[in-house]
């Protein structure tokens, strides 16, 4: 699925790019012609942008940073739950 997008997000860069392209050879009235060329440009640096940045990266930055948030407190209790309450499989009967 993530090769999809990336693909979908080249080919979208590649048609921002040739409309640039065709504007900045044709002349608008009242300056629209730059004007949308301005646009198309900052089009294409976000596109090319976002082709080299990572995703997973984006999303581990932003968990690490709300985890972080809770502070140590909240990992001291989780601590004492996993002691005082230890689950998992029962300990051998000595014969």
Known sequence: MARRNRTDLRALRNMIDEAHLLLTTTELPENRSRRACELLGTALELADHLLTESP??????????KIAERGPDYFRKLAAKRKTHGGGRPRKQAE
Not at 56 to 65: D, E, P
């Open 56 to 65: 997973a990266v984006t999303l581990g930055k932003l968990g690490g940073r």
